[in-house]
């Protein structure tokens, strides 16, 4: 049974990192399709870091990563702690699926209630809608990293500190934030994560002139295969292992 399980598990892992693999290994051929191997080439990383308009579409979209992953850690945060705090327990429980319904909701559904509800607003759709729309999904992402954390700090702690003479800005500061510090690093870059990722909610609330790489991504692997998207590819696959080694050393 244990090496039924193991090769299961091998067999998982090669059904999920043999298509990427098979992506940057094209990513150094030297020709211009992936119907056969033509040779070592830097080529196409050299027109992928030439190219203006991906670069821009790559800060945009790092850009837009890093601002809604901060602003929805901040808010997701004090949600926790709020929906923490509230002694009712209706309260609290139609709080937590309120927080739930854009998690369990379609992407689609998500991303056509965006356009409808900037349009019916007149808001001009581009940056500033994406960044909105980015926040508002990784909210309930946070809560969820953020509220087992709570969950396993005893009161006795809280009451000792209260003890000691610690004031609410010090319980907060000192002894609440560094015991969820793990949740909240946790649910940082699990919001960052969905937001490189998101495709669905991006394509319907993003404008004329601004972009996103998934977005990017799909309009020009419509046109045929590019392999400067291969190129590109294998640099955000490194950038996630980065990321991934970054937030196991935190």
Aim: proline share 4%.
């Amino acid at each position: 049974m244990k090496k039924l399980s193991r090769a299961y598990l091998i067999l998982i892992f090669i059904i999920l990192y043999v298509p990427i693999i098979y992506l940057i290994v094209y990513s150094f051929s030297a020709g211009d399709t992936m119907t056969n191997y033509h040779g070592f080439t830097w080529k196409h990383y050299a027109d992928l870091f030439a190219d203006p308009r991906m670069l821009a579409i790559v800060a945009n979209t790092l850009l837009v990563a890093l601002l809604s992953a901060l602003i929805a850690t901040l808010i997701g945060t004090l949600g926790a702690l709020s929906i923490h705090r509230t002694s009712k327990r209706v309260t609290r429980d139609v709080l937590l699926n309120l927080n739930n319904i854009l998690m369990v909701s379609p992407d689609v559904i998500i991303g056509a209630s965006f356009l409808i509800f900037f349009t019916t607003l007149k808001l001009p759709l581009g940056f500033g809608s994406v960044l909105l729309s980015h926040i508002a999904f990784e909210i309930p992402i946070v809560v969820l990293m953020v509220l087992p954390r709570l969950r396993e700090m005893r009161p006795a702690m809280l009451a000792a500190a209260q003890d000691l003479g610690a004031t609410t800005k010090e319980l907060l500061s000192r002894v609440i934030i560094p015991f969820i510090s793990p949740g909240i690093f946790t649910g940082f870059f699990m919001a960052l994560t969905y937001s490189l990722d998101d495709f669905a909610v991006t394509f319907f609330v993003t404008g004329n002139g601004f972009s996103t790489l998934s977005v990017e991504i799909y309009s020009r692997a419509r046109q045929g295969i590019d392999l400067e998207i291969n190129a590109l590819s294998g640099v955000m696959f490194l950038f996630s292992l980065l990321l991934v080694g970054g937030y196991y050393w935190l």
